[in-house]
């Protein structure tokens, strides 16, 4: 008896996140069901990205109102939740990096600027967190969206000097206060830059690391973050 041979295309076109066949095509390998359910931020503040009533949309939230901040425009995808929260704690924690490709495939998509940008940066780790976890997923995320964008990436001029706590235990005037000074910036001649990260929580990080940007020559800074936190 002839053995039949083994389509093992079956192993791969399957959903990430319900491991069922993908019912349509699929650049990030998430099926049309499971995209549709996802917690997709689709009322924010149109600077930073925080959350907001769904009557308030297109709107600054108060906090910007009062301070601009200092990089032009933050976007988030995802409100930080199920399973999207999963979904990047797998990567930080248990090294699922696997799924990086298929998360910045659904940046990429989603990315839009007020102006064409330059060129990409990941916020950087310390370089002890770094060698805890041996790995900086930002990078792997800023990695892929280049490749899948086009638009040239730089991993080497915005470092990270100061080992600061966890951002989640903190209020926001805390976690200000918890990343002030923590980057600085080699002299670079990009003009418009943006930062990707995983999350976003108060805006803390970014806010401190775009000052370090713009102190060494960039005009403008946006942001680019998977998931956005509702406070």
């Not at 600054?60 to 995802?78: D, E």
């Not at 999963?86 to 600027?113: E, P, V, Y």
């Not at 770094?130 to 638009?151: E, H, M, P, V």
């Not at 995983?198 to 680019?224: I, K, P, R």
């Amino acid at each position: 008896m002839k053995k039949q041979p083994v389509d093992y295309s079956l192993f791969f076109n399957l959903c990430i996140l319900c491991q069922l066949k993908l019912d349509t095509p699929s650049k990030s390998n998430i099926c049309s069901s499971c995209l549709q359910d996802l917690p997709w931020l689709e009322h924010c503040c149109k600077v930073c990205a925080l959350p907001l009533p769904s009557d308030q949309d297109n709107l600054i939230c108060g906090q910007c109102q009062k301070k601009q901040p200092a990089f032009t425009q933050a976007q988030a995808l995802f409100h930080y939740q199920f399973p999207i929260n999963q979904l990047i704690s797998g990567i930080k924690f248990n090294r699922n990096t696997q799924f990086i490709s298929h998360i910045a495939r659904l940046m990429t998509d989603h990315l839009t600027t007020q102006q064409p940008v330059d060129c990409l940066m990941p916020i950087p780790m310390h370089r002890v967190s770094f060698i805890k976890r041996g790995f900086n997923q930002a990078t792997l995320l800023c990695d892929r969206i280049s490749q899948y964008s086009g638009i040239p990436s730089d991993h080497n001029s915005l470092i990270k000097i100061k080992s600061t706590p966890p951002q989640h235990s903190l209020s926001r005037k805390e976690r200000l206060k918890n990343q002030k000074g923590a980057f600085k910036c080699k002299p670079i001649t990009h003009k418009r830059i943006l930062l990707i990260d995983d999350v976003m929580t108060t805006g803390a990080t970014f806010e401190a690391a775009s000052l370090a940007l713009l102190n060494a020559g960039a005009e403008q800074v946006y942001g680019l973050a998977l998931a956005r936190t509702d406070k």
